[in-house]
């Protein structure tokens, strides 16, 4: 049984818990609860070096060993318990934890479903990438909840590739969701070093202790991260990997400066437009991707290096948004930045880039103006084609781009344009800081090759034509969505969204039907 197979498996559970009255957006947190101590049971079987991290009367066999209500009093207690424990760093993963679940029957059933998986197989493929393959699928299946914080994992691993995180290094993710760049490259570490074994003693309590530290504003999500975290064997210090705080505020203002950072900020802008709680960063702005490029860029050691995903609008918004590329490309090398398919994100149709950047240059780097002499541009979004599940984006669509980009982690590697022999139809393209500062005022948001599935405007049908498509579609949506609604029991609910809707748009109660 493969990790996939095991992954549906414990998805297929969530229908246990919609027959106990759970919704859909607590199906994970839910279920982790109890698949913490489920795992932590079985990775102990598997190496006793781990130990216990859970402590006695609150292991997995405490749970299996009871029925009926005894079992179900006996795991809510428990989650009290843990969430009060000694240890801070599952105390903090069991904070104010409590079971939704109203019948035991239904505990049992989750238990004993547990236990029935194959998790033999599962410790050998690692429990830890098995419980980061449920949050993938709980992203992928709740488009609005855990997909928002989870960057798909073919994208993490190329930018790691890329980056080459070393032994030794500080690496932080200032908006760290469930950990997955912070897992990423401490996986990426311990292949190049046998699991650490080709460290000594005190680099490898470093490496499993100091060298990675995250900061999530969620605690739903941090509770998911710090037991991603734990099941690789990535305990962090007291608050763990992960620390829970806004890093727009004085969490982050307090965080030391680092070798490496990676990060996927949240899309939008601040609540209130308040922007930032921090008077450290130069430029104001309720802009959350612009305020946190900044607190990167700022948070890095002299030649410190960071790849960063960010949507398309903060490489060409004005105002502040160039005052911000200014003094990110004066401070850093800007080398190469890397523009994103659409639909290859949880949040669909948002387009992205990766933007790869060293504090200071390679000949100097405390250096602090006029950085960035060059930029090289990937264009991975032209003429690709439309990602979703029917088209999976994977390793093989990126490794161009990892070819183009060269072994050094600094984007030191000799570049050519025109990798691919193709001439101006070529992805791989560089310019000049001079020909940004003079030719685009400053914008990023340069692109060259013409997509062939779009349109030339002088084709397009008159505006009304192509107004009265869009009305035609939305009337049929509508409709179907009536349908529905009625199928649904909601007839009531129809006529009012209906008289709603006529009264909207002016029209008569006659008319409209």
Known sequence: MTNSDIVQKLWNLCDVLRDDGIN????????????????????????????????EGARWPDLAGKSGVNLLDHYRQMLLD??????????????????????????????????????????????????????????SETKSGAGQYFTPRPLIDSIIRCIKPQPGETIQDPAAGTAGFLIAADAYIKSQTDDYYDLDTKAQAFQRNRAFVGVELVPGTRRLALMNTLLHGMEGDEEGVVHLGNALGQVGAGLPKVDVILSNPPFGTSKGGGGPTRDDLTYRTSNKQLAFLQHIYRGLKPGGRAAVVLPDNVLFEAGVGTDVRRDLMDKCNLHTILRLPTGIFYAQGVKTNVLFFQKGTLENPRQEDGCTKRVWIYDLRSNMPSFGKRTPFGPTHLKPFEDAYGNDLNGGSPRAENV???????????????????????????????????????????????AGEAMAELTEALH???ELMKALGAGDEVVAQKQLLADVMGLSSEEEA
């Open 420 to 466: 691919e022999g193709i001439g101006e139809s070529s992805r791989f393209r560089c310019f000049t800081r001079d020909y940004i500062r003079n030719e685009r005022g400053d914008s990023l948001d340069i692109s060259w090759l013409k997509d062939d599935s779009s349109l030339d405007a002088a084709d397009l049908p008159a505006p009304e034509v192509l």
């Open 82 to 139: 843990l969430g009060k424990n000694p240890d801070p760093l599952i105390a903090a993963i069991y904070a104010d934890a409590q079971t939704r679940l109203k019948e035991p029957r239904h505990l049992e059933q989750l238990i004993k479903s547990l236990d029935g998986i194959d998790w033999f197989n599962a410790r050998q493929d690692g429990l830890g990438d098995l419980y980061e393959g449920l949050l993938e699928k709980n992203a």
């Open 24 to 55: 859909y957006s607590d199906y994970v947190t839910e279920l982790v609860l109890l698949l913490f101590i489920k795992m932590e049971y079985e990775q102990v079987q598997n190496d006793d070096s781990f130990g216990h991290k859970l402590p």
């Open 480 to 482: 179907e969505l009536e």
